[in-house]
């Protein structure tokens, strides 16, 4: 698994919501600092995570995989 993969589509889903950083972490319960290491792919999200986005983002962790991880 690519993290940067992950963490672009992660920030293409938040933009497309209207989150900013700030806002998105806020709702998850974690750091901008967290946050902002995901969506550069510095940071592996794990399922946890990635279920709290899907959910608060209104969409699957199927939608936030990258298409090669499908």
């Known amino acids: 698994m690519e993290t940067d993969k992950w963490g672009r589509r992660?920030?293409?889903?938040r933009k497309l919501k209207g989150y900013t950083q700030e806002?998105?972490?806020?709702?998850?319960g974690i750091s901008v600092s967290v946050l902002?290491?995901?969506e550069r792919g510095s940071r592996i999200p794990k399922?946890?995570?990635?279920e709290?986005?899907?959910k608060t983002?209104?969409?699957s962790v199927e939608?936030?995989?990258p298409p090669d991880e499908q």
């Open 10 to 13: 992660i920030r293409a889903f």
């Open 23 to 28: 806002g998105l972490a806020k709702e998850l």
């Open 36 to 38: 902002g290491e995901v």
């Open 47 to 50: 399922q946890d995570l990635l």
């Open 52 to 54: 709290k986005v899907a």
């Open 57 to 59: 983002l209104n969409v």
């Open 63 to 65: 939608d936030l995989a």
